[in-house]
């Protein structure tokens, strides 16, 4: 996905070594294009020096305002329960993407103010694609306050990505932490990628399906 806004001219590729570009906001995805915005522009469009919303306490000219000012962009141009177009799903990613680590709690945080029927879901979703590659833990522990239709799906989504890389880690952390509510989902995600490396455990822990349907 990001090869094609490479060739494209959507974006700049971030080379290793090198940080995402920290001057200008976003106010369209045209301006990837054209270039970077003036101060007074990126001010007003993240919000800092005046007003509420999205942004109002983020310093100018950081990944984290740049994915705060594109969020009220498209939160303001999108009516309710509006599919989220291709070009703004792979600029938002984009952005998320070029997060410092540390600031995924706080670009999570920011779900707060995007309305529950259209960005959140999907916002909260693309976050955590991203950070579950180096933090499922907190990647986890954030799924778990979202709304409880999404909140689910995220976690299954955290666990079938940490349970490619570490199943016997996630194996250990729902037993720990999942609730039952949720227990047998969770199981479900893991133990098939644990039966790759480990059948036999997998299958003893196959015995702590509360379900006898998802047992089979």
Request: hydrophobic share 40%; net charge positive; charged share 15%.
């Given at each position: 996905m990001l090869g094609l806004l490479f060739a494209a001219g959507?974006?700049?590729?971030?080379?290793?070594?090198?940080?995402?570009?920290?001057?200008?906001?976003?106010?369209?995805?045209?301006?990837?294009?054209?270039?970077?915005?003036?101060?007074?522009?990126?001010?007003?469009?993240?919000?800092?020096?005046?007003?509420?919303?999205?942004?109002?306490?983020?310093?100018?000219?950081?990944?984290?305002?740049?994915?705060?000012?594109?969020?009220?962009?498209?939160e303001q141009g999108h009516a309710p329960w509006a599919d989220l177009n291709l070009d703004d799903q792979q600029t938002m990613d984009f952005l998320i993407w070029s997060l410092p680590a540390a600031d995924y709690p706080k670009a999570f945080a920011l779900r707060r103010e995007l309305r529950p029927q259209l960005l959140r879901p999907e916002f909260e979703t693309s976050l955590v694609r991203y950070w579950r590659e180096f933090d499922p833990l907190a990647a986890l522990a954030a799924a778990q306050t979202a709304r409880e239709f999404n909140?689910?799906?995220?976690?299954?989504?955290?666990?079938?990505?940490?349970?490619?890389?570490?199943?016997?880690?996630?194996?250990?952390?729902?037993?720990?932490?999942?609730?039952?509510?949720?227990?047998?989902?969770?199981?479900?995600?893991?133990?098939?990628?644990?039966?790759?490396?480990d059948p036999q455990g997998a299958m003893a822990a196959l015995a702590e399906m509360p379900s006898g349907l998802q047992k089979q």
């Open positions: 959507v974006v700049t590729p971030i080379l290793p070594g090198s940080g995402p570009d920290r001057q200008g906001a976003i106010q369209s995805n045209g301006d990837l294009r054209k270039g970077r915005l003036g101060p007074s522009q990126a001010n007003q469009q993240t919000g800092v020096g005046g007003g509420g919303g999205l942004g109002t306490q983020l310093q100018t000219n950081t990944p984290l305002a740049r994915l705060a000012a594109f969020l009220r962009r498209v909140s689910i799906n995220l976690i299954g989504d955290i666990l079938r990505g940490w349970g490619d890389k570490d199943p016997a880690a996630a194996l250990t952390w729902l037993r720990q932490s999942a609730g039952e509510s949720i227990r047998g989902f969770a199981l479900a995600q893991v133990l098939p990628k644990l039966a790759r490396t």
